[in-house]
């Protein structure tokens, strides 16, 4: 059974940073693409960031290009998201989950955690 727990979220000013992280169980870690998502209040859930599984190099949207690193450890089955500068647009509840790209564009496997809650204050 996939099982995805995140942390790290908070409360932080503008311009400040984050260190969330996803322990990942019940699929191959190691052997599997994994991303960070995020919904704002009253938006969809939207692609943040993905690590590829055969170089654990990172892609990311463009909101957060420079500012969010994506890394792995797969000993600890664990994905994390650095973030820096951040702004208040970047306030949302953050997700980690498995990731394919199909279609060229990343796309969530499987069902949710509970999320990380992250707000930027102004």
């Known amino acids: 059974q996939v099982q995805l727990v995140e942390s790290g979220g908070g409360l932080v000013q503008a311009g400040g940073s984050l260190i969330l992280s996803c322990v990942a169980s019940?699929?191959?870690?190691?052997?599997?693409?994994m991303g960070w998502f995020r919904q704002a209040p009253g938006a969809e859930r939207e692609f943040v960031a993905a690590?590829?599984?055969?170089?654990?190099?990172?892609e990311y949207a463009e909101s957060v290009k420079g500012r969010f690193t994506i890394s792995r450890d797969n000993a600890k089955r664990t994905v994390y998201l650095q973030m820096i500068n951040l702004k208040p647009e970047d306030t949302a509840v953050y997700y980690c989950?498995?990731?394919?790209?199909?279609?060229?564009?990343?796309?969530?496997?499987?069902?949710w955690g509970q999320g990380t809650q992250v707000t930027v204050s102004s």
């Open positions: 989950n498995k990731v394919s790209r199909p279609n060229g564009h990343w796309a969530a496997e499987g069902s």
């Open positions: 019940g699929f191959t870690f190691r052997y599997s693409a």
């Open positions: 690590s590829r599984w055969s170089d654990s190099g990172g």
